[in-house]
């Protein structure tokens, strides 16, 4: 057991390159990859979601009675700014429907389990993030769907119910029930807790070298169109995240959380509505896995620079203070 948290330590620790040297193999050789069916995408995720409501606890939720203006505008920067950065990319770059559809999926979904990771390295609000990551997936079976309908079922056929029903299989089920069984039996989860890491690299790594080397071709043929999209989408995410939370007052910690949280989405969850709601556009399984190889590499990039900044502000609070005291 010692040999496993030491190598789920390391899995999540290194996630960024292992995400990044499986997706180039599977790019340049996807032979090597073929195996890994996309239809293995869905269990996939569900492992993931499972591992992620087996930490979750009820004070996890308490934050919205205390602080539920904190929690409202994280919810609505979430589900507002994304969204409306995957139509202009759409429109300013003019996708195709096929790839402007896994474009619009990934800015629709929630945030990602890996933004509360990022936002403590990037000593930010965690137990905020850990809200809205909560808050954002319950919403899910409600708001991807209808936003996706809203932003692009002008161009494409849109199956809410089957994308409701897809999202609550995969996702809220599997959190659910990580969540009965943490509560009744929390003594028994709190043994695996410190090996979900490396099982959720292992599913995320098997998603992303599924999508990516059963497209390898088309990647090679639109490769730095999708990856210039994703990119700017991640980075908007990030940049109009602090934005809008420094511009309602919110302290250096929550303007950090927020920030991550809304440039980091649930890519699993969007290439997994790509392959089954969208199956008859192929490439739009892809914007969802490069998003999910890119915003790892992005996101500790960033979390990086923010615990840097909130060493120098540190500094210069006390260097003001004692100025002030001379």
Same mark, same amino acid.
């Given at each position: 057991?010692?040999?496993?948290?030491?190598?789920?330590?390391?899995?999540?620790?290194?996630?960024?390159?292992?995400? =990044?040297?499986? +997706?180039?193999?599977?790019?340049? @050789?996807?032979?090597? #990859?073929?195996? *890994?069916?996309?239809?293995? %995408?869905? $269990?996939?995720?569900?492992?993931?979601?499972?591992?992620?409501?087996?930490?979750?606890?009820?004070?996890?939720?308490?934050?919205?009675?205390?602080?539920?203006?904190?929690?409202?505008?994280?919810?609505?920067?979430?589900?507002?700014?994304?969204?409306?950065?995957?139509?202009?990319?759409?429109?300013?770059?003019?996708?195709?429907?096929?790839?402007?559809?896994?474009?619009?999926?990934?800015?629709?979904?929630?945030?990602?389990?890996?933004?509360?990771?990022?936002?403590?390295?990037?000593?930010?609000?965690?137990?905020?993030?850990?809200?809205?990551?909560?808050?954002?997936?319950?919403?899910?079976?409600?708001?991807?769907?209808?936003?996706?309908?809203? =932003?692009?079922? +002008?161009?494409?056929?849109?199956? @809410?119910?089957?994308? #409701?029903?897809? *999202?609550?299989?995969?996702? %809220?089920? $599997?959190?659910?029930?990580?969540?009965?069984?943490?509560?009744?039996?929390?003594?028994?989860?709190?043994?695996?807790?410190?090996?979900?890491?490396?099982?959720?690299?292992?599913?995320?790594?098997?998603?992303?070298?599924?999508?990516?080397?059963?497209?390898?071709?088309?990647?090679?043929?639109?490769?730095?169109?999708?990856?210039?999209?994703?990119?700017?989408?991640?980075?908007?995410?990030?940049?109009?995240?602090?934005?809008?939370?420094?511009?309602?007052?919110?302290?250096?910690?929550?303007?950090?959380?927020?920030?991550?949280?809304?440039?980091?989405?649930?890519?699993?969850?969007?290439?997994?509505?790509?392959?089954?709601?969208?199956?008859?556009?192929?490439?739009?399984?892809?914007?969802?896995?490069?998003?999910?190889?890119?915003?790892?590499?992005?996101?500790?990039?960033?979390?990086?620079?923010?615990?840097?900044?909130?060493?120098?502000?540190?500094?210069?609070?006390?260097?003001?203070?004692?100025?002030?005291?001379?």
């Amino acid at each position: 057991m010692k040999f496993l948290e030491k190598l789920s330590s390391l899995a999540g620790k290194y996630m960024a390159g292992i995400v =990044l040297v499986i +997706a180039a193999i599977s790019l340049f @050789v996807p032979t090597t #990859f073929t195996w *890994i069916k996309t239809s293995y %995408i869905n $269990p996939l995720l569900m492992v993931v979601m499972f591992g992620m409501g087996l930490t979750l606890k009820f004070e996890d939720f308490k934050l919205i009675l205390s602080r539920p203006t904190d929690v409202v505008i994280g919810f609505c920067t979430q589900f507002i700014l994304m969204p409306a950065i995957a139509f202009l990319l759409v429109k300013v770059f003019r996708l195709p429907p096929e790839l402007a559809v896994g474009v619009v999926l990934v800015g629709t979904c929630p945030g990602g389990t890996s933004s509360n990771v990022m936002t403590y390295l990037a000593k930010g609000d965690v137990a905020l993030s850990v809200t809205m990551t909560s808050f954002s997936t319950i919403f899910a079976p409600i708001l991807t769907p209808f936003l996706t309908k809203l =932003l692009i079922g +002008a161009t494409v056929e849109v199956n @809410v119910m089957s994308m #409701f029903l897809s *999202i609550i299989k995969v996702v %809220i089920l $599997p959190i659910g029930l990580g969540f009965v069984i943490n509560k009744f039996f929390g003594e028994i989860t709190e043994r695996f807790i410190k090996v979900l890491p490396l099982v959720s690299v292992v599913a995320i790594v098997a998603i992303v070298a599924s999508v990516v080397s059963a497209n390898s071709a088309r990647i090679m043929t639109s490769g730095l169109l999708i990856i210039g999209v994703v990119i700017l989408h991640n980075l908007l995410g990030y940049a109009t995240g602090y934005i809008a939370s420094k511009a309602f007052g919110m302290s250096l910690p929550k303007r950090k959380a927020i920030s991550i949280e809304v440039g980091m989405q649930n890519s699993g969850l969007a290439t997994s509505l790509a392959a089954t709601s969208f199956a008859q556009y192929p490439l739009a399984t892809i914007p969802g896995a490069v998003f999910s190889v890119w915003h790892n590499i992005s996101g500790a990039i960033l979390a990086n620079m923010y615990a840097k900044i909130e060493e120098k502000e540190t500094v210069k609070n006390y260097n003001k203070k004692v100025i002030g005291n001379l």
